[in-house]
């Protein structure tokens, strides 16, 4: 039972450049979450999905697009990388969404673009 | 936007020292979780009080939720060098807030010296 995956733990890109970040959870949990960390800032939610085959917006979702790939898979995409992105990415489940479940997270890819 | 307020933001105290920090936010929530990241870790979750007035003990560790459910906190009685890391609280709006997700403070950053 691993719990929260994510691939890759670190990423260089240059500006301009697009990458995946990948999120898989074994908990059969419902609900996924994409959250970035910068110094100072705690986590800000980026996207969320709620159940299989919806996604919503969160705090900060600009130049950032998720999918759902199954119930157990939740990828984030940067488009064009910009250096406003350099962050930590943690990416989390729950059972259910509301803000109810605790969330389970996994354990980050740290992303730096230049 | 809705937030969810933290103090202070950095705390360094001696092994033995108790440690306190505080969670505010201006509007009443349903109930509010705590967490707790260890350096170069990712968030893990402590607890969830969801009563007004709630007071949970885990070992040294004591959480209060505020009778108004504005304000929580987080005391650790003599601390010791495996509390590091940096705390997180995390709360529901009543009303739903962003879709009626968690919005996590800023974190208490807690060092001791052994």
């Known amino acids: 039972n691993a719990g929260v995956t994510q691939t890759p733990k670190f990423q260089v890109l240059k500006t301009g450049q697009s990458m995946t970040l990948q999120c898989a959870q074994d908990?059969?949990?419902?609900?996924m979450y994409w959250y970035r960390q910068d110094p100072g800032m705690g986590l800000r939610l980026i996207y969320y999905s709620a159940s299989e085959g919806t996604t919503d917006k969160g705090e900060v979702p600009n130049g950032y697009n998720v999918s759902r790939l199954n119930k157990r898979e939740f990828s984030l995409r940067l488009e064009s990388a910009a250096p406003s992105q350099t962050s930590v990415y943690f990416c989390a489940s729950s059972e259910g969404t509301g803000g109810v479940y605790e969330q389970y997270f996994g354990p980050g890819t740290r992303l730096t673009v230049t | 936007g809705q937030q969810v307020m933290q103090i202070p933001q950095y705390q360094h105290v001696q092994e033995g020292e108790d440690f306190t920090t505080y969670c505010n936010s201006s509007?009443?929530?349903?109930?509010i979780q705590w967490y707790k990241q260890r350096p170069g870790g990712h968030p893990v979750f402590l607890i969830q009080?969801?009563?007004?007035?709630e007071v949970k003990k885990q070992k040294r560790l004591t959480f209060q939720f505020g009778e108004a459910k504005k304000n929580s906190s987080l005391h650790i009685t003599a601390t010791q060098t495996t509390d590091v890391g940096t705390y997180f609280c995390a709360g529901r709006m009543n009303y739903g807030g962003s879709q009626g997700n968690l919005i996590f403070g800023k974190g208490t950053k807690l060092s001791v010296k052994p």
């Open positions: 908990m059969n949990h419902n609900s």
């Open positions: 009080l969801v009563k007004s007035g």
């Open positions: 509007t009443t929530l349903s109930n």
